[in-house]
Nanobody, 123 residues
């Protein structure tokens, strides 16, 4: 079972990036999917999450209104559209899948993790 995050890179402040997380080895259609991030010298923090059927989404206050999480169960993927990026969004972004099916804000609520993709926002 593997979660593969991609789409990170270097972008100027105010720009956009789209992260994707592809799953393989099993289907995650009944799992909640989430994104977390970890900036240098800081702990991993919640970014966004979506329920198994896309009926419920949750966002950290710091990204609300700028980031959008979505999923395609047919493709076993989840994406994070990031707009109006700020230097403080610089971090390694991790995707995760949780068997509870409901969006969660804590790492322990997720069973599978991807390897991370680096997002760097320059000022």
């Amino acid at each position: 079972v593997q979660l593969q995050a991609s789409g990170g890179g270097l972008v100027q402040a105010g720009g956009s990036l789209r992260l994707s997380c592809a799953a393989s080895g099993r289907t995650f259609s009944s799992y909640a999917r989430g994104w977390f991030r970890q900036a240098p010298g800081k702990e991993r923090e919640f970014v966004a999450a979506i329920s198994w059927g896309s009926g419920s989404r949750d966002y950290a206050d710091s990204v609300k209104g700028r980031f959008t999480i979505s999923r395609d169960n047919a493709k076993n993927t989840v994406t994070l559209q990031m707009n109006s990026l700020k230097p403080e969004d610089t971090a390694v972004y991790y995707c995760a899948a949780g068997s509870r099916g409901r969006p969660g804000r804590f790492s322990y609520e997720y069973d599978y993790w991807g390897q991370g993709t680096l997002v760097t926002v320059s000022s």
